[in-house]
């Protein structure tokens, strides 16, 4: 079976500082995708970064980043500057780069609940 | 918000009962997938349709079943009802199959089932 794997159920972090979320996944495919969404109370589920398996460069979106280290099968999230409204669920998840093979679905983690301290 | 829209947003029935959670995808996506988030479980993909066809299952019960309408709405409906189905339903459309450049999943707001 194809896992996702977040060691971490609950990080803490001061406002302003840098957080980095843990994820590791089990693959047999050699190109995939991988995802980080984030879940707010509200239960909205909101996409924050993408990476492509044969793109070495990680992906960054604004205060979001990734490390991405494909041979140890690695997939961690840095946030900087720390914002009150990154308080939320985080997911790491991993998708197909092609479809077919009846695993179109993405697979998720457990997830990591994300605090930020004022 | 997401441009999915999944109705109704909360659902209450009894152990045995049958109930249909809706779902539009955005408009010109026309994968829909269906994904369960509960206590124990966490998010699961259950089917994906595209076009109106069944493209991908996952981890579906056989109680569960799905369908894709010409108008690429589709409803999930889920029959005999267990207290452990009660969990947050998920709907999320993308433009075309899985993996692509652009094709990332956009998630609706969910269905709150509870069964009691």
């Known amino acids: 079976a194809q896992t996702v794997t977040q060691s971490q159920p609950e990080m803490s972090v001061q406002e302003a500082e840098t957080v980095t979320l843990s994820c590791t996944y089990d693959t047999s495919e050699s190109d995939y995708y991988l995802f980080w969404y984030k879940q707010p109370p509200s239960r909205q589920m909101i996409l924050v970064i993408r990476q492509e398996a044969y793109k070495q460069q990680n992906a960054t979106e604004n205060r979001f980043s990734v490390n991405f280290q494909k041979a140890a099968k690695s997939f961690s999230l840095k946030i900087s500057d720390s914002q009150l409204g990154d308080a939320a669920m985080y997911f790491c998840?991993?998708?197909?780069?092609?479809?077919?093979?009846?695993?179109?679905?993405?697979?998720f983690g457990k997830g990591t609940h994300l605090i930020i301290q004022p | 918000d997401s441009g999915v829209t999944q109705t109704p947003k909360h659902l209450i029935t009894a152990t045995g009962q049958r109930v249909t959670l809706r779902c539009s995808p955005r408009s010109g996506d026309l994968s829909v997938y269906w994904y369960q988030q509960s206590l124990d479980q966490g998010l699961q993909f259950l089917i994906q349709?595209?076009?109106?066809?069944?493209?991908a299952k996952g981890n579906i019960l056989e109680r569960f079943s799905a369908q894709q309408f010409p108008d690429l709405h589709s409803e999930l409906n889920l029959s005999s009802l267990e207290l452990g189905d009660s969990a947050l339903y998920f709907c999320a459309s993308s433009v075309g199959l899985a993996g692509g450049a652009h094709n990332e999943q956009f998630f609706g707001p969910g269905t709150r089932l509870t069964v009691l």
């Open positions: 349709y595209y076009n109106g066809e069944e493209r």
């Open positions: 998840a991993r998708g197909p780069k092609y479809s077919g093979g009846g695993a179109d679905g993405l697979t």
